[in-house]
C-alpha cells in the first residue's frame, strides 16, 4: 500500500519562506508531485520531482530525496493569494495517492 | 479553450435516488479520474479509466458506478447503494505519458435532501 504524511496546518507571514513537508511509504514509486486547491476550487498542479534535488518554478520550488522516501514544497515571498490547501501526491504504478492536504494560511 | 467541465456544480440528491454526475474533456487525455473529498480530507480515489470501454476501481467504489464509451466524457452515478454520498466529487485527466500531472474540473458539490 501507499501512505503519506504532511503537516494539517502551517500559519506564515506575508512575505515570508515556509516549507511543507511530506513523507511517503511506497512501492513502485515513481516520483512525487505537489497539487494548490483554493477553498471551494479544484487542485491545480504545482510541480514534480522524479528525481532527487530541487526544482525550481518562479516563487515555489519542490525538493525529493526518494532514500528518505521524503519531499517538500517551499514557497518564498509569501502572498495572501498563497493561503491555499497544498497536497502531495505519490506516483507510482498505480494512479496518484494524494496527502491529506497541509491548509496554509499566510497573515499580514 | 482546452479543459475539464463537471456539471451540475450543485447537486440535490433524495434518499433512494440515483444521480449521475457529468465530467467532458476535450484534452485529448486517454485516463480520466472520479475523486470524492470531504471536508478537510485529500482526495480519494472512486473509479478510473485509461482508455475507453474500460475502468478500475479506486480505494472507494462502492456505491457508485461508471461508464467509459466515449474518450471524452467519463459520467459518474451514486447510486441508492452509497449511504453517505453528500461531498465534492472532482474529475480530473492526464495524458498516459504524464500520469503525474492530473487536470481537474470546477467540481460538483452533492448535498442530500
Known amino acids: 500500500g501507499q501512505s503519506l504524511e504532511q503537516p494539517s496546518e502551517v500559519t506564515a507571514v506575508e512575505g515570508a519562506i515556509v516549507q511543507i513537508n511530506c513523507t511517503y511509504q511506497?512501492?513502485?514509486?515513481?516520483?512525487l508531485s505537489w497539487y494548490q486547491q483554493h477553498d471551494g476550487g479544484a487542485p491545480t498542479f504545482l510541480s514534480y520531482?522524479?528525481?532527487?534535488g530541487l526544482e525550481e518554478t518562479g516563487r515555489f520550488s519542490s525538493f525529493l530525496s526518494r532514500s528518505d522516501s521524503y519531499g517538500y514544497l517551499l514557497l518564498q515571498e509569501l502572498q495572501m493569494k498563497d493561503s491555499a490547501s497544498y497536497f502531495c501526491?505519490?506516483?507510482?504504478?498505480?494512479?496518484?495517492?494524494f496527502g491529506k492536504g497541509t491548509r496554509l494560511s499566510v497573515i499580514a | 479553450d482546452g479543459g475539464i467541465t463537471q456539471s451540475p456544480k450543485y447537486l440535490f440528491r433524495k434518499e433512494g435516488q440515483n444521480v449521475t454526475l457529468s465530467c467532458e474533456q476535450n484534452?485529448?487525455?486517454?485516463?480520466m479520474y472520479w475523486y470524492r473529498q470531504d471536508p478537510g480530507q485529500g482526495l480519494r480515489l472512486i473509479y478510473y479509466?485509461?482508455?475507453?470501454?474500460?475502468?478500475q476501481k479506486g480505494d472507494i467504489a462502492e456505491g457508485y458506478s461508471v461508464s467509459r464509451e466515449k474518450k471524452e466524457s467519463f459520467p459518474l452515478t451514486v447510486t441508492s447503494a452509497q449511504k453517505n454520498p453528500t461531498a465534492f466529487y472532482l474529475c480530473a485527466s492526464s495524458s498516459t505519458q504524464g500520469p503525474e500531472t492530473q487536470y481537474f474540473g470546477p467540481g460538483t458539490r452533492l448535498l442530500v435532501l
Open positions: 479509466s485509461q482508455i475507453v470501454n474500460d475502468f
Open positions: 511506497t512501492s513502485g514509486f515513481y516520483g
Open positions: 501526491a505519490v506516483a507510482g504504478n498505480t494512479p496518484l495517492v
Open positions: 520531482n522524479a528525481l532527487d
Open positions: 484534452l485529448n487525455h486517454d485516463a
